[in-house]
């Protein structure tokens, strides 16, 4: 069985929790992530707090083999350190053909006032990589030495796992709406970050997916330039407890209520299957760590019923709280297969 994880909205809509959740509620077998440093995913499991931004958020499952893709960019420094720091040594492995962001890509856009002024990058040396993969400029994984014993030819080990009915979890980037073609561009990143994208970037075509689940937060949020409707002043966020900062930059997020035609259009771009929502606790505080459907707030069970109404999809997931137990699991009711 394939799985893929995306977000609906900006990023930042807690793809690392529900990928955590899955790696430890189902039999994943494998994980991969695509994308790059640009993006960082938070896992808060067992007291702690993990802020991912090459590893697969599925580490935290110790049986699980975690991949990153042959479309990911790589830093090696970061990809070293967090091999370190999470002790995943002997289970995550690299597409040979993954990119390989050097010092020198950090220093171009660094260099860039548009990219620093304008559009509000991340400069950490995503675009000026991608630059030079189209022009067939960058090294690959399989140039550096010092990752000889990570690298994979991911296509054969994906196909093997899938082929003895094995399951394989994606963990997509970023959000449907920084999506290079179907984003607010020139708002945007440097790939494609719908469920097409990701999974070009895997090296597997949509006949082997089984499952889109898109991620939305019950508000949204953005960091940087670019539109968001509905976007509130800054007091208003304060106020309704909705301040937070990017894992990456350190950035404060804009945000703005629930934007349903956003929702809409993105089930539609991705293909989605289900969604999984989180943050329930932020818009109704009175479902906080709450983990069974029949024990949320009459009106927040009222809210998640009317989205699956204009969606058309089911609600799956309910993230309730920062943990990553904090979820209701609705897929076994909602007869969704795991």
């Known amino acids: 069985m394939l799985s893929v994880v995306v977000g609906g909205f900006f990023g930042d809509e807690g793809k690392g929790k529900v990928v955590a959740y899955l790696a430890l509620n189902d039999e994943v077998n494998a994980a991969v992530r695509v994308g790059s440093v640009n993006a960082g995913h938070t896992v808060i499991w067992g007291g702690k707090e993990f802020k991912l931004r090459i590893v697969p958020s599925a580490f935290v499952n110790g049986g699980c083999k975690l991949y990153i893709g042959a479309g990911s ?12 720091t999470l002790g995943v040594a002997g289970r995550v492995f690299v597409d ?15 260099g860039d006032e548009y990219l620093r002024n304008s559009i509000g990058s991340t400069l950490q040396g995503v675009g000026a990589a991608m630059v030079d993969r189209v022009m067939r400029r960058l ?3 399989k140039d550096f030495p010092e990752l000889s014993t990570y690298l994979v030819d991911l296509v054969d080990e994906l196909w093997r796992i899938l082929n003895s009915g094995g399951n394989v979890l994606i963990e997509g980037t970023q959000g449907t709406y920084l999506s290079l073609y179907h984003g607010t561009y020139p708002y945007v ?20 997916v089984d499952e889109v689940i898109l991620v939305f937060k019950s508000y949204v949020t953005r960091v940087g330039s670019g539109p968001l409707p509905g976007e509130l002043p800054l007091e208003e966020v304060i106020n309704r407890g909705w301040l937070e900062r990017a894992s990456v930059t350190g950035r404060m997020r804009r945000a703005a209520p629930f934007d349903y035609d956003l929702a809409k259009r993105a089930v539609i771009l991705n293909s989605a299957t289900q969604a999984a929502l989180t943050c329930l606790d932020k818009v109704f505080p009175s479902s906080a760590r709450v983990r069974e459907w029949g024990k ?7 809210w998640v019923e009317d989205l699956e109404d204009v969606i058309g999809i089911p609600v799956t997931l309910i993230g309730t709280g920062d943990d990553v137990t904090h979820m209701i699991d609705r897929r076994k009711d909602l007869g969704v297969t795991k």
Do not use: W, Y
Request: aromatic share 4%; net charge neutral.
């Open 139 to 141: 090294k690959l994984a």
């Open 73 to 84: 960019l790589v830093r090696l420094d970061v990809f070293f350190r967090e091999v370190t």
């Open 296 to 302: 949320l707030p009459p009106e927040a069970k009222r």
């Open 189 to 208: 990143t440097s790939r494609d970050t719908t469920a097409s994208g990701i999974l070009s970037e895997v090296g597997l075509g949509p006949k082997h």
């Open 96 to 110: 040979r053909n993954a990119g390989i962001i050097e010092d020198k890509h950090v220093e171009t856009e660094a």
